[in-house]
Every structure is written in C-alpha cells, then in structure tokens.
C-alpha cells in the first residue's frame, strides 16, 4: 500500500464515493431528536454524579456548590473549563495524585471549581467532588464567556440511563 489515508491506501480519485449515507444511516436518524439538538443558552444547568471524595466537602460546601451560579469567563480549553463564583473548600488541600475521569470536577486550593474535559490531564492531585455526566459536558464545552453555570446532583443510576440513551440514538 502506498501510504495513509485515502481509500485503501491509495489517494482519492475524481467520482471516488466515501460514504453513502443511505447505505449507512437510516431515515429515522437523518434528523436530530429535539432533546439532542444543541442550544447556546447564557445559563446552563450541569448534572453530577458526587463522587467517592464527596466527604471531603462539608454540608455547607456542598450546599454552597449545588445551590449557587458560576460564572464562566472564558478561561477554558479542551482541557476544562475554570468556573468563578463563590468558593467553597474542602477538608484538605491536595491529595495523592490519581487517574482523573472525564467529567471530575476538581476544587484546587483557591475553590474555584474546574470541569474537567476530553483532553484532560491524566492525573491530578485536587479533590474532586463529582463529575459532571458524559452529555452535559457537551453542553459545558458549548458555552460562552458570561455564561451561568449551575450543579444538580443525579444518581448513578439516572446518569448511565441518560448516556446510553444518548448513545444509542446514534446507534446505526
């Protein structure tokens, strides 16, 4: 073979077909539901899963987090998005670094909470006191500077029935 990419190694030719997507794509998901067409609202609410380190945050903290709006000022990347607003802290200042999932949400010392996106890092040392589920993040990593950003804490259960529905749309 001659190389990357193309089709079959080769490169592309004039009337070559990539995709058809009536082969490929049944009619019913030529359109978008409603509930997966995206909106650019200025305020948007993230659901969470609280996580193992959950204890780590006192009631007050954790009332703070999930009853107060950040603040989104355009510090944010593919790597996460840093939130301002009012801070909250934790029992401790750092932990051992560990394995960081898409989603967490981290509280660094000055208690500011980060989300957490694809391009994360793979470790990381901050509490963490959730993670924001797998179809809000979308949503998060839409948003403009100025934008308002609450917490709602889901169960376990809830977030993996929203994934998968969110997936299997996009089955073929």
């Known amino acids: 073979k001659e190389g990357l990419g193309g089709i ?3 490169k592309l030719k004039k009337d070559n077909v ?3 997507l009536e082969a490929r794509c049944p009619i019913s998901k030529r359109v978008l ?3 997966f067409i995206p909106s650019f609202p200025d305020e948007v609410t993230l659901r969470v899963v609280k996580g193992y380190q959950e204890a780590l945050f006192d009631s007050k903290a954790q009332e703070v987090f999930f009853t107060t709006p950040y603040t ?3 510090e944010g990347d593919r790597m996460g ?3 301002s607003g009012e801070k909250i802290s934790s029992s401790v200042t750092g932990i051992l670094s560990e394995p960081i999932c898409f989603g967490a949400i981290q509280i660094p010392a000055h208690g500011e909470p980060i989300v957490l996106l694809k391009e994360r890092q793979t470790i990381g040392g901050y509490p ?3 993670s924001v589920i797998t179809v809000d993040c979308f949503k998060l990593a839409q948003v403009q ?3 308002k950003v609450r917490f709602e804490a889901i169960t376990q259960e809830k977030a993996r029935a929203l994934t998968q529905a969110f997936y299997q749309f996009f089955r073929f």
Request: charged share 40%; glycine share 20%; proline share 0%.
């Open 72 to 74: 989104y000022k355009g």
């Open 33 to 35: 539901e409603k509930e």
């Open 81 to 83: 998005y840093r939130l």
């Open 128 to 130: 963490k006191i959730g």
């Open 18 to 20: 990539l995709l058809s």
């Open 8 to 10: 079959e190694g080769r």
């Open 145 to 147: 500077a100025g934008a």
